[in-house]
């Protein structure tokens, strides 16, 4: 009784002993039993969407830039049929020479643990705790990019720059014990490419993420002694669009193994190839602190982001089910349709199984309760002068107060919005010039980029879509524009200098109202 | 955005009529709030037509055509912007034009016009007050007025962006 009725008081999200007379005690009294008023409070809890259906799959991305490549993801009744993920105890990765003595022993002693029972999620609090487990949960064990061996080798962490917390941590990977003696290296948490190590080592979750993971790859296929074979056709599933008006991956791939790994290499730390993008474009991490206010996911803005159940298609989709979706007849890792619906089960990293809905709910809310630190950076005289320039200077139009963006898609240089878009999306209709390989020659190409935010620049960087500027200084240095320049960010490996053109305002002002523009950018 | 129309007219004539088709040699200036700033703008290319006697104020005639593909707000990715089909959508709606209907005295070289501004086929009536003056062989004509751009489907409504547009037109002839 004890039990039933606690769990009752949780459904009924009553925690202070005040409500029970008002509550409880009449239903008591009235003769309902605990099980009957349990089930009522069970009709009353949060519902959870079904959120892959047909037809909300049909229209919620937008079209690839070149419409007869736009992505068709797997059927609802393939997609329900996947198990479930199974959650269980991650435990922390460290350096080698951080590692506490006996512990990779004692891990091998721990046994299995299911830390998540979805059973038991009542509360919104309850949801957004578990999006949090959820967060740090990889969604692979068979190495996916890293491996154990990778990790346990010093000079992975050499090579890669790898940020570490002041514990010798590196907190973009867990370990994730299986059953005893089952330890395996856990990849792709959504935490890997949305951690932030900060300077004083501490984490920002959620933030645009430090992860040198290009890096990483880049010394797995090299320690390994991945073939040029090997490397061309996880490079080709990774990234591969033949569709692309001149097939730059296609060109990549042909250039051999050893300009491959350059071109993983030259990826920075805060932007990430992530499948269906581009090493040779690479964004920048999103950050994700504020993320419930953005109308549209992705830097070109693949998925509208109308409600909650938008945000769970995202993560679903992107926890490596877009692996599985067909773009014309091409699908990236060989699959035909044929195979596809064969019943039979698909063993590619995160295509063997699927979050539950109300984990998708779970993690969802978590993103959406992310806040940011406290902002060093206070207003002050010259950020005050500086906010009077970016008003004057028109920055309010596109980065509009008090999201500091207007949320809405503009086309890239090469793009032409197709009529019914203005419609549908929310266009503003005149490209800055960035640099449009992201958006026109990737399998998530939309042929926009979203304008971002500028919430949150003092613990970002690099910067632009493409992360090519280290700094914000950068930003506005004319210097940038010219064709013997080297990009303080990203830089194309296969290059020694290219110009950074486009979003070409600011760079008349002074050096006094540059600083206190970037002041009061800094103070956001 | 910013459609700042201010027509300032300021006839100063004394009592001789005239007619005149000319291109306008002062652009025309429009201003908006922009967070919190003006921003201040022109349109360097128009032309108008006056046909003016001041003893036949019934007679007389005031036209203006603008052309907003000639816009400066001095932030050239904001010209073109302003330019696109979601404010003045240039490509489709090349002209501004405005047309007097009636002329009335308001004594000593100030008049009240009523026009029609027409503005991406959107037409609606206008009151402008302005001074028409003459000095030796130069007519000036000074006129202003504030339009809201929502009124004739120039951008949307925008927190930052303010709707009333203020409109100078300064015409030495």
């Not at chain 2, 022109?42 to 037509?49: A, L, P």
């Not at chain 2, 027409?118 to 006129?143: A, C, D």
Request: glycine share 8%; charged share 25%; with cysteine.
């Amino acid at each position: 009784m004890k039990f039933k009725t606690d769990q009752l008081l949780k459904k009924l999200r009553i925690s202070s002993f005040i409500y029970w007379p008002i509550f409880v005690f009449p239903l008591l009294w009235g003769g309902k039993l605990p099980d009957q008023i349990v089930g009522w409070a069970d009709e009353i809890k949060i519902q959870i969407p079904k959120v892959w259906t047909d037809e909300a799959m049909e229209d919620w991305e937008l079209p690839n830039s070149n419409p007869e490549f736009s992505a068709k993801p797997v059927s609802e009744e393939f997609y329900y049929n996947l198990p479930e993920r199974v959650v269980y105890k991650t435990y922390p990765v460290y350096h080698p020479d951080h590692e506490p003595e006996g512990y990779w022993e004692w891990l091998h002693q721990q046994e299995a643990e299911i830390v998540l029972d979805q059973s038991t999620l009542v509360t919104e609090e309850d949801y957004i705790k578990a999006g949090e487990l959820l967060f740090g949960y990889p969604i692979d064990t068979l190495g996916a990019l890293i491996n154990t061996q990778h990790v346990r080798n010093k000079d992975f962490y050499a090579k890669t720059n790898m940020p570490l917390t002041p514990e010798g941590i590196m907190p973009f990977a867990q370990w994730v014990v299986a059953g005893k003696g089952k330890v395996y290296l856990g990849n792709l948490s959504c935490a890997m490419c949305h951690t932030r190590v900060m300077d004083d080592g501490s984490l920002l979750k959620g933030a645009q993420g430090n992860w040198p993971g290009d890096k990483a790859f880049a010394f797995a296929m090299e320690s390994d002694g991945a073939s040029e074979r090997g490397v061309q056709g996880i490079t080709n599933i990774l990234f591969g669009s033949p569709f692309a008006e001149g097939d730059p991956h296609g060109k990549l791939l042909a250039s051999g193994k050893e300009a491959i790994l350059a071109a993983y290499r030259a990826v920075p730390e805060g932007a990430f190839g992530r499948q269906g993008t581009s090493i040779l474009f690479p964004p920048q991490a999103p950050n994700l602190i504020g993320v419930k206010d953005r109308k549209y996911l992705d830097h070109g803005g693949l998925g509208q982001h109308r409600n909650i159940e938008d945000m769970m298609r995202y993560i679903a989709m992107n926890q490596a089910l877009d692996f599985l979706n067909f773009y014309g007849d091409y699908n990236s890792i060989g699959l035909t349709k044929e195979r596809l619906n064969s019943g039979e089960p698909i063993f590619f990293p995160g295509t063997y199984d699927r979050h539950s809905d109300a984990q998708l709910y779970a993690l969802a809310k978590y993103v959406y309760s992310l806040s940011p630190p406290i902002n060093p950076n206070q207003a002050s005289q010259l950020s005050e002068k500086g906010k009077i320039i970016f008003a004057e200077q028109g920055c309010v139009t596109c980065h509009t107060p008090p999201l500091f963006t207007n949320n809405k898609l503009t086309p890239a240089d090469g793009f032409e919005i197709p009529e019914d878009h203005y419609d549908r999306y929310d266009i503003f209709d005149i490209s800055v010039g960035t640099d449009h390989g992201y958006t026109m020659k990737t399998r998530r190409g939309t042929g926009y980029y979203k304008v971002p935010s500028l919430l949150g620049l003092w613990y970002r960087g690099p910067f632009l879509h493409d992360a090519s500027l280290a700094n914000l200084e950068d930003l506005f240095n004319p210097v940038r524009l010219e064709d013997d320049y080297v990009p303080t960010g990203f830089k194309p490996h296969d290059v020694k200098t290219k110009a950074v053109k486009g979003h070409e305002f600011g760079m008349e002002l002074d050096a006094e109202d540059k600083k206190a523009l970037i002041a009061y950018l800094k103070s956001l | 955005m910013n459609v700042n129309f201010l027509i300032s007219l300021v006839f100063l004539i004394q009592f001789q009529a005239f007619c005149q088709k000319e291109k306008g040699s002062d652009p025309i200036v429009f201003e908006i709030k922009n967070a919190g700033i003006t921003v201040e703008g022109t349109i360097s290319d128009w032309e108008y037509e006056i046909s003016f006697d001041p003893k036949r104020l019934d007679e007389s005639s005031i036209k203006g055509v603008a052309y907003p593909v000639s816009m400066d707000t001095g932030i050239k990715l904001r010209d073109k912007h302003l330019q696109g089909r979601q404010y003045f959508h240039v490509d489709k709606f090349p002209e501004i034009l405005i047309t007097s209907k009636k002329i009335t005295t308001k004594g000593k070289g100030s008049y009240m016009g009523v026009f029609d501004l027409t503005i991406k086929e959107v037409k609606k009536e206008i009151e402008i007050p302005f001074m028409l003056t003459s000095k030796g062989n130069t007519k000036k004509l000074i006129g202003d007025f504030t339009i809201n751009r929502l009124d004739y489907g120039i951008g949307e409504s925008s927190i930052v962006l303010g709707d009333e547009v203020k409109v100078k037109v300064n015409i030495n002839f």
